[in-house]
């Protein structure tokens, strides 16, 4: 299902695009005014194949979107089944681990 990877990549991407052109939203990441860094790397997987797993990489105000498993995850989000993380905003509890 290679497929459900590269449309939450997509929807990341998306996220991204919007932080990009909002300058609103890039305070929310990184605020040369007050300070402020949010610097976090995120991990979307699934149960049955982690090889699907999507990953963001927050650092010094860029955002990365990656196709893969990434090390050293500060948050992970994992899924039972990669059609559930497919789902993705719309997630159940139920459906993450």
Known sequence: MPK???KIANVFRLFKQM???SPEFQKE???QTTDFVFNARLLFTAEEDENQ???IIFNDGNIEIIEETI???TITLKYKKLKDMG?????KPEEIV
């Not at 789902?87 to 997630?91: A, G, H, V």
Request: cysteine-free; aromatic content about 4%; proline content about 10%.
């Open 53 to 55: 797993s999507v990953s």
């Open 87 to 91: 789902k993705l905003p719309r997630s």
């Open 19 to 21: 932080i990009d052109d």
């Open 71 to 73: 090390e050293n995850p």
């Open 4 to 6: 459900v990877r590269s």
């Open 29 to 31: 990441i990184y605020n």
